[in-house]
């Protein structure tokens, strides 16, 4: 969510990513290996169960993804949040930002972190980024490697009110 902020007045916000809780089949949302799920998200909520085929004998597995392309908040870090579940294990579960010009073309290097999922728990996972200023728009990707399964739900994008330098030295 983003707040405009005009003479002291908080305007209404609006929503970065489409479909926040992956309500109705993830509407907005690419999915590889990825199937959405009415009631095993927290609370029994809708969720997506992300399933990556292993490694076997006919070749190499396949990754499980979402990805998203929305409009950029140009020069600004943000926040993306997702509660994960890991099934069989736990796992790694990595995100990607990737800038893009109004052509289409990369507006900057991706970066991707990988984060570790363990437990059985619903557990929030956040990762930051700033994005650079000639970015038109943002592609988000939600990534796991071949044979790790895990569920993913509530995912949200917001503009940061601080600077990640601050952040990161505190």
Not at 77 to 92: H, I, K, M, S, T
């Amino acid at each position: 969510t983003i707040y405009n902020d005009v003479f002291g007045l908080r305007e209404r916000p609006f929503t970065l990513l489409p479909d926040p809780d992956f309500v109705q089949g993830a509407r907005g949302w690419k999915l590889v290996n990825a199937v959405p799920q009415p009631d095993l998200g927290p609370f029994d909520g809708p969720a997506l169960a992300l399933k990556a085929p292993p490694d076997s004998a006919a070749g190499t597995g396949q990754p499980a993804e979402l990805s998203v392309s929305i409009p950029a908040p140009a020069g600004q870090p943000v926040r993306f949040a997702l509660a994960v579940q890991p099934l069989a294990g736990g796992g790694r579960i990595g995100v990607t930002f990737t800038p893009l010009a109004a052509d289409g073309s990369a507006a900057g290097q991706p970066e991707r972190d990988d984060q570790r999922v363990e437990g059985t728990d619903w557990r929030r996972h956040v990762w930051r980024y700033e994005v650079p200023p000639g970015a038109v728009r943002l592609e988000l990707t939600v990534g796991l490697k071949p044979g790790h399964q895990m569920l993913v739900a509530r995912s949200s994008l917001r503009v940061e009110d601080y600077e990640l330098p601050v952040l990161d030295a505190a």
